[in-house]
């Protein structure tokens, strides 16, 4: 298989950025899909952990960008569990 991919690169070199772009774009989603798998919110362990957003500190960041939020001076607001 990869004989003849680089067999039709080596003879139609205009396919080498469409190869580049289209093997970009595959590692930009996987790397965002694990992005969106490892937040906060996620629980992977329904046993040990079934509810993780109780367990984080109020003073965390969860956005990635907070226009006129300071969370170091946040109290917590809710009873603990």
Do not use: C
């Amino acid at each position: 298989m990869l004989a003849t991919v680089s067999k039709q690169l080596r003879s139609h070199p205009a396919l080498i950025p469409l190869f580049f772009f289209i093997g970009g774009g595959a590692v930009m989603s996987m790397m965002y899909l694990a992005r969106l798998g490892m937040g906060p919110h996620v629980s992977w362990d329904r046993k040990n952990n079934p509810e993780p957003w109780t367990k984080m500190d109020p003073t965390n960041q969860q956005k990635f960008y907070a226009v006129n939020m300071d969370y170091k001076t946040l109290k917590k607001q809710g009873p603990d569990f």
